[in-house]
């Protein structure tokens, strides 16, 4: 009997993004996935067309038809000029109506590609075969509210009727983290559009792979496992697992049983994470449906959707500048590494926190180029290392535009070191989190020392009050960048020529050559100061104003 000689995976994948309008598909109940509802109490997010109540027709929602168009666009597809809703009719107990309104035949996105960065010089074309619309079921919880066990299920239909936008691509996908990696670009394009918010975790995107190997025989023959799709996946880590274990058990299964693909074939199987630590497993569920088993026909209560070309112009017109895009603008642009660039973009915020960064630092006089570069350098080391110990993003870390502008104003003139300049990112991240503490509990800034406005007043020739007051608007609060953490020389000098003028007998002791007389002057500074100065810093350069070195 033949034996295997390799294994060729071969994945299409099917993923659902819930749009983000404010109102249903087909309805005008609030949408879940909107987030001005978001964790609204179950069946909350009702009304007759939603539940299929006699009577109760649907109403086309513009705004998610104007958003799959935007996607669809960003994945390079034609825009339909005419599209119509079919029924997709089948029972379960989270579908009110016992139909889903779909688009079968004439889908509104077809025919697209696009172009996929799997490493730094590996690159693939993945082919969309279709984006189509159509309306969410509700959901079947199998354990209570907080988690504790029931021996029933209890049914939220909060998210039926919420804008579904289904994506197909062609099986172009040859590993588990090209797939991934796919996902991921898709994920971030959803996002800079501003369609969904992609949080995985409410299911706002849901992957399916579809799933086969090419066995190639030691006879020479080659023969094709049947596909399995893989359902309702939430996170890129159960993703790329459920690909990896069926590129492994699929041969075994044909050495076990030869079945090959053809009709009649396709199995959909589950994910199951298993226990702690263990690598996981798909478990079969039921065997697939053909199209002709869900007795699609065009749906009665819908007028089909003619797409004119202005219409489609107007939406191309909404269209942002893409991830990729972008990532390769920064490159060169700004000299920045595709590392780099591919990190500023890898979040919908982070990378508008960025160009907010680099247009406060250019404006204030920092050359564009060089603006890029430095705003690009501090949050990815400064910022990037924070945000991990925090759990945040960067943009959430507190820090302003402008005052990350302020701190590579300073870097760029040379008045700190990189040193100091992350210190005083840290100090502001700190700064901000005081404020919103204080802002929570509605009381006064308690975190901040009076010393320290005291200190940057004396650097910054104004009242103490008014650095106060500054301080706490986070919009000014890059006046205390510059004095936070005092390194530059123009202030040091002045310390330093005060604590010499104030105290000459020890100053002429250093001249002499008692160099540990030097300890004095160094209080004196750091007094001056409020501890802010940088003890190091400050003796070497009172020695060398009083002519003498370590």
């Given at each position: 009997?033949?034996?295997?000689?390799?294994?060729?995976?071969?994945?299409?994948?099917?993923?659902?993004?819930?749009?983000?309008?404010?109102?249903?598909?087909?309805?005008?109940?609030?949408?879940?996935?909107?987030?001005?509802?978001?964790?609204?109490?179950?069946?909350?997010?009702?009304?007759?067309?939603?539940?299929?109540?006699?009577?109760?027709?649907?109403?086309?929602?513009?705004?998610?038809?104007?958003?799959?168009?935007?996607?669809?666009?960003?994945?390079?597809?034609?825009?339909?000029?005419?599209?119509?809703?079919?029924?997709?009719?089948?029972?379960?107990?989270?579908?009110?109506?016992?139909?889903?309104?779909?688009?079968?035949?004439?889908?509104?996105?077809?025919?697209?590609?696009?172009?996929?960065?799997?490493?730094?010089?590996?690159?693939?074309?993945?082919?969309?075969?279709?984006?189509?619309?159509?309306?969410?079921?509700?959901?079947?919880?199998?354990?209570?509210?907080?988690?504790?066990?029931?021996?029933?299920?209890?049914?939220?239909?909060?998210?039926?009727?919420?804008?579904?936008?289904?994506?197909?691509?062609?099986?172009?996908?040859?590993?588990?983290?090209?797939?991934?990696?796919?996902?991921?670009?898709?994920?971030?394009?959803?996002?800079?559009?501003?369609?969904?918010?992609?949080?995985?975790?409410?299911?706002?995107?849901?992957?399916?792979?579809?799933?086969?190997?090419?066995?190639?025989?030691?006879?020479?023959?080659?023969?094709?496992?049947?596909?399995?799709?893989?359902?309702?996946?939430?996170?890129?880590?159960?993703?790329?697992?459920?690909?990896?274990?069926?590129?492994?058990?699929?041969?075994?299964?044909?050495?076990?049983?030869?079945?090959?693909?053809?009709?009649?074939?396709?199995?959909?199987?589950?994910?199951?994470?298993?226990?702690?630590?263990?690598?996981?497993?798909?478990?079969?569920?039921?065997?697939?449906?053909?199209?002709?088993?869900?007795?699609?026909?065009?749906?009665?209560?819908?007028?089909?959707?003619?797409?004119?070309?202005?219409?489609?112009?107007?939406?191309?017109?909404?269209?942002?500048?893409?991830?990729?895009?972008?990532?390769?603008?920064?490159?060169?642009?700004?000299?920045?590494?595709?590392?780099?660039?591919?990190?500023?973009?890898?979040?919908?915020?982070?990378?508008?926190?960025?160009?907010?960064?680099?247009?406060?630092?250019?404006?204030?006089?920092?050359?564009?180029?060089?603006?890029?570069?430095?705003?690009?350098?501090?949050?990815?080391?400064?910022?990037?290392?924070?945000?991990?110990?925090?759990?945040?993003?960067?943009?959430?870390?507190?820090?302003?535009?402008?005052?990350?502008?302020?701190?590579?104003?300073?870097?760029?003139?040379?008045?700190?070191?990189?040193?100091?300049?992350?210190?005083?990112?840290?100090?502001?991240?700190?700064?901000?989190?005081?404020?919103?503490?204080?802002?929570?509990?509605?009381?006064?800034?308690?975190?901040?020392?009076?010393?320290?406005?005291?200190?940057?007043?004396?650097?910054?020739?104004?009242?103490?009050?008014?650095?106060?007051?500054?301080?706490?608007?986070?919009?000014?609060?890059?006046?205390?960048?510059?004095?936070?953490?005092?390194?530059?020389?123009?202030?040091?000098?002045?310390?330093?020529?005060?604590?010499?003028?104030?105290?000459?007998?020890?100053?002429?002791?250093?001249?002499?050559g008692k160099l540990a007389a030097a300890g004095r002057l160094v209080g004196v500074v750091m007094k001056l100061s409020a501890g802010t100065a940088d003890a190091k810093a400050v003796r070497a350069k009172v020695l060398g104003a009083l002519g003498q070195k370590e």
């Open positions: 009997m033949a034996e295997i000689r390799s294994v060729r995976l071969m994945v299409g994948l099917e993923v659902h993004v819930e749009l983000a309008t404010r109102t249903k598909m087909f309805s005008r109940a609030p949408n879940p996935a909107h987030h001005r509802f978001d964790g609204s109490p179950p069946n909350s997010l009702l009304d007759p067309t939603v539940l299929g109540l006699p009577g109760a027709l649907p109403v086309m929602n513009r705004a998610a038809v104007e958003m799959a168009m935007m996607v669809g666009l960003a994945l390079g597809c034609r825009i339909a000029e005419r599209t119509r809703w079919d029924r997709k009719s089948y029972y379960y107990p989270d579908l009110p109506k016992n139909y889903q309104i779909s688009q079968y035949q004439l889908p509104l996105c077809f025919d697209g590609v696009v172009e996929l960065s799997t490493g730094p010089d590996a690159r693939a074309r993945v082919g969309i075969v279709r984006a189509h619309l159509e309306e969410d079921a509700g959901k079947l919880l199998h354990e209570g509210p907080g988690g504790h066990a029931i021996d029933f299920s209890i049914v939220d239909l909060n998210r039926a009727g919420t804008p579904l936008l289904e994506i197909v691509t062609a099986p172009d996908f040859s590993s588990a983290q090209e797939v991934v990696a796919f996902a991921q670009q898709l994920r971030n394009i959803c996002r800079f559009l501003g369609v969904s918010e992609g949080v995985m975790q409410k299911g706002h995107m849901r992957f399916e792979p579809n799933i086969n190997t090419v066995l190639t025989l030691d006879d020479g023959r080659q023969v094709r496992t049947p596909i399995v799709e893989i359902k309702n996946l939430n996170s890129f880590k159960a993703l790329r697992g459920a690909i990896e274990f069926e590129e492994q058990d699929q041969p075994a299964r044909w050495r076990a049983d030869r079945r090959e693909m053809g009709a009649g074939t396709k199995v959909t199987r589950g994910w199951d994470e298993g226990p702690a630590g263990s690598p996981g497993r798909t478990v079969v569920q039921r065997e697939k449906e053909d199209a002709h088993d869900y007795r699609y026909f065009p749906e009665p209560d819908l007028l089909p959707v003619e797409v004119s070309p202005a219409w489609v112009e107007e939406v191309r017109a909404r269209v942002p500048e893409l991830p990729a895009a972008r990532a390769a603008r920064y490159a060169a642009e700004f000299a920045l590494g595709a590392k780099e660039a591919a990190a500023l973009v890898d979040e919908r915020d982070v990378c508008r926190f960025y160009e907010q960064c680099v247009e406060a630092a250019a404006g204030s006089g920092v050359e564009p180029a060089r603006a890029g570069k430095a705003c690009a350098n501090l949050l990815l080391q400064s910022g990037a290392r924070r945000a991990n110990e925090s759990g945040v993003l960067i943009s959430e870390l507190g820090i302003t535009p402008r005052q990350v502008a302020a701190l590579v104003r300073l870097r760029e003139a040379d008045r700190v070191t990189s040193t100091t300049a992350d210190e005083l990112f840290g100090k502001l991240c700190d700064l901000a989190e005081a404020m919103r503490r204080a802002v929570a509990a509605d009381r006064e800034l308690s975190g901040i020392p009076a010393r320290l406005y005291e200190a940057v007043a004396r650097a910054e020739g104004l009242d103490p009050e008014e650095v106060r007051r500054r301080a706490e608007n986070p919009e000014e609060a890059d006046l205390v960048a510059r004095s936070m953490i005092v390194r530059d020389d123009g202030a040091l000098a002045g310390w330093i020529e005060r604590a010499i003028a104030e105290n000459p007998k020890v100053a002429d002791d250093v001249r002499g």
